[in-house]
């Protein structure tokens, strides 16, 4: 059975707001675009959290609801929610996931694994997925060259991802805190 993967998200954290954008392709297998305008960004813990994932659609949503539950746990703590959720991985009580996502409050920015690695990017600046790359030297370049806000920053970066990566389309969706 071929698998389903969705492709590419970017972070960017700039004057005071963190925005993460994702694109909507959903791919079958290495060569079939299975949907257009699937949704991997949005927000929880009553919007005070935005996440993003990109990896195996399944892995993706098992390890968004695994941190969502981390972060009720712990009352909307960002960095002690993943710890806790890597810790799952570190006693060897959680299954690898193919899956990584982009996790960010109105303090912190966070790249989350589905092996159990937590990151906390360098200059406010991530991306991941198929289109990760890309997207991330855009970012990188808009930020440092630019005075866009984080969201047009994130937005540009994963236009310029789309019209390189074959795994990444232009239908956009953003949010910020």
Not at 25 to 46: C, H, L, P, W
Not at 83 to 105: F, G, N, P, S, Y
Not at 160 to 177: K, L
Request: with cysteine; net charge neutral; charged share 25%.
């Amino acid at each position: 059975m071929p698998e389903f993967r969705g492709t590419t998200i970017c972070a960017v954290k700039k004057g005071g707001k963190t925005a993460i954008a994702g694109d909507g392709q959903v791919t079958m297998g290495e060569s079939v675009v299975f949907k257009n305008n699937a949704v991997k960004v949005r927000r929880i813990y009553d919007g005070k959290v935005i996440l993003g994932f990109a990896g195996s659609v399944s892995d993706a949503f098992s390890l968004s609801e695994r941190f969502e539950g981390m972060l009720n746990k712990f009352s909307g703590n960002l960095m002690r929610s993943a710890v806790e959720l890597a810790e799952l991985w570190r006693t060897d009580r959680a299954r690898k996931l193919e899956a990584m996502m982009i996790v960010a409050d109105k303090d912190q920015l966070l790249v989350i694994s589905g092996g159990g690695e937590v990151i906390e990017p360098d200059g406010g600046v991530c991306a991941i997925g198929s289109g990760g790359n890309y997207a991330l030297a855009a970012a990188r370049a808009l930020a440092k060259e630019t005075d866009y806000p984080a969201d047009e920053i994130a937005r540009k970066a994963l236009k310029i991802a789309s019209e390189i990566c074959v795994f990444t389309n232009d239908h956009i969706t953003v949010e910020s805190v």
